[in-house]
């Protein structure tokens, strides 16, 4: 399994980027979708949570300002962020994980947000 993640790139504080975690297997089969995110001396941490039925859960710092989906059928799940701060800067992973399967994690997109 393997799993690609786009989207990253350098934008301004208050701006959008959606990030694409692409899997080379249906998704389906994974009950959860995870982002993640590491900024520089920080530890890596969870942003988002979807499972398959389409329950979210999110970062409070984040809560409001970015969206979690999938689209199974497509073998791709998305991070929409909005009204992005420069606190938001870091390399963003994506993993996919189910009961009673192994972890996968995507390579990972750097985003950089300026002031």
């Known amino acids: 399994v393997q799993l690609q993640a786009f989207g990253g790139g350098l934008v301004q504080a208050g701006g959008s980027l959606r990030l694409a975690c692409v899997a080379s297997?249906?998704?389906?089969?994974?009950?959860?979708m995870d982002w993640y995110r590491q900024a520089p001396g920080k530890q890596r941490e969870l942003v988002a949570t979807?499972?398959?039925?389409?329950?979210?859960s999110y970062a409070d710092s984040v809560k409001g300002r970015f969206t979690i989906s999938r689209d199974n059928n497509q073998n791709t799940g998305y991070l929409q962020m909005d009204n992005l701060e420069p606190e938001d800067t870091a390399v963003y992973y994506c993993?996919?994980?189910?009961?009673?399967?192994?972890?996968?994690w995507g390579q990972g997109t750097l985003v950089t947000v300026s002031s």
């Open positions: 993993k996919v994980r189910g009961m009673g399967r192994p972890t996968y």
């Open positions: 297997v249906n998704i389906f089969r994974f009950h959860y």
């Open positions: 979807i499972t398959n039925s389409g329950s979210t």
